[in-house]
């Protein structure tokens, strides 16, 4: 961990990432995950899952391919696979599971999240 003096030391060009098991990312989703990257042909891209507002809830969970991890992000690393969380976000989805399934309804990443209060039906958009 840097203290203050040691963090206004580093050069300006460094990255750092904060890494966290406050956010599962379960091992179904990262192959999964794993799969779409090998047919986009990018090996740089990571998972990135966020919160923002709106829905029938009043927030919505987003998923998206990203190459880059900004300094504030929060990193979770399954099966050599990032998942990447912005700071914003983070806040909502800590405790959170992000999953992957298939069943008749169809295939997609879902979150169990212990935050929200209430989901919709279709378990995208939450309150907390």
Known sequence: MLNAAAFAQLPPNIILFMTTTDIQFSSRAAAKVAELIQEEGIPELHLRVFVTGGGCSGFSYGFTFDESVEM????????????????????????????????????????????ATNTCGCGNSFTI
């Open 72 to 115: 504030d992000d929060s990193v979770v690393v399954q099966d050599g696979i990032k998942m990447i969380v912005d700071s914003m976000s983070y806040p909502y989805l800590v405790g959170s599971q992000i999953d992957y399934k298939e069943d008749l309804q169809g295939s997609q990443f879902v979150v169990t999240n212990p935050n």
